[in-house]
């Protein structure tokens, strides 16, 4: 006879060997069945099956030509301006966002009227827009000088010579990105408890101590995994310098993908791929990062992935060795 969920089932009574004149009844609860979620488990297995399946049998997607382009030196070159890129742009973007945050929580209206009008801008404005309009600031400025303000100029430089198409992308998504980086250190820099400013003044410490030394470490607790996060995105912002002829991986797929028009989908396979290597090499950082600057705000760090896997390997064990007894 099947018992119903949530029933109760009583076990033969056992003598307990110190006191033998009392029984032992063992109680086991079983768990409620739940339909919807073997339902729901059973449709996504079944479409993830299928995706898969299309993935390996479909020949359109050329796997051959993947493994060829895949490791080829002209997608590895461009692989390697993507990883330059994105290492400049964000170092210069962040040091960038650290000064507008600093203009937008200073008392002066002036620093704090540029400051947010820049991030109101490029925030606004497109990031193709952005490159585009520096690849061609040739065309508005021919030389640039350095000299006195409304006065002599001590000496100019060509600045199409100056330009070359890997200080555009650098200084086109670094400006970008110092405006996203700007209101995560702002929000960083806001996040810290106002008792902490208002110690370090009792202590009578000055203003740029109190920020090196007790404001800002604590605030990179927000800002770094925040920033760490932003970094996904300017991986996948480089593939926009192409539009400006620097070569990276997206450009170099693309340039193949003019040459061989039949192994468009494979190298774009390829491009997609590689991204997904980035970005999930960025995720893993991104993760442990988190879990660093987490110490001393939780009572316990969260688990990695490894002691997951381990916690429940564990757990089914238990599971086990306690069915097995019953």
Not at 99 to 105: D, G, P
């Amino acid at each position: 006879m099947s018992e119903p969920p949530g029933a109760t089932v009583v076990l033969p009574e056992a003598r307990l060997a110190d006191e033998p004149s009392k029984a032992l009844t063992a109680q086991r609860v079983l768990p409620l069945l739940r339909p919807g979620r073997w339902i729901a488990t059973a449709v996504v297995l079944v479409l993830a099956a299928q995706f898969v399946h299309g993935l390996v049998s479909n020949p359109f997607y050329q796997w051959d030509r993947f493994g060829y382009w895949f490791l080829r030196p002209t997608i590895l070159d461009g692989l390697l301006i993507t990883l330059e890129v994105t290492a400049y742009s964000a170092v210069l973007g962040l040091l960038g966002g650290i000064l507008l945050a600093l203009a937008r929580l200073s008392k002066s209206p002036v620093l704090r009227a540029v400051s947010w009008t820049y991030v109101w801008a490029l925030r606004s404005i497109p990031l193709i827009v952005v490159l585009i309009f520096l690849y061609n600031f040739s065309a508005l400025y021919r030389t640039l000088s350095v000299g006195v303000p409304f006065g002599p100029a001590f000496f100019s430089f060509d600045e199409s010579k100056l330009a070359t198409d890997m200080v555009i992308a650098v200084i086109g998504l670094s400006l970008h990105e110092s405006a996203y980086a700007a209101e995560v250190v702002r929000g960083g820099i806001l996040s810290v408890d106002q008792g902490q400013h208002e110690a370090a003044a009792a202590l009578g410490l000055p203003k740029g101590y109190q920020f090196r030394k007790i404001v800002f470490p604590q605030a990179l607790r927000s800002i770094i995994p925040n920033y760490v996060n932003q970094l996904i995105g300017l991986i996948k912002g480089t593939s926009l310098v192409f539009y400006v002829s620097l070569l990276d991986l997206f450009g170099a797929a693309q340039t193949m993908g003019s040459t061989y028009p039949g192994d468009i989908v494979p190298l774009l396979l390829v491009v997609t791929v590689w991204y997904l290597i980035l970005t999930s090499v960025v995720s893993v950082i991104q993760f442990y990062v988190e879990r660093y600057y987490a110490r001393g705000a939780t009572r316990s760090l969260p688990p990695t992935p490894l002691q997951k896997l381990r916690t429940g390997l564990t757990d089914l064990r238990a599971r086990i060795r306690k069915e097995a007894a019953v």
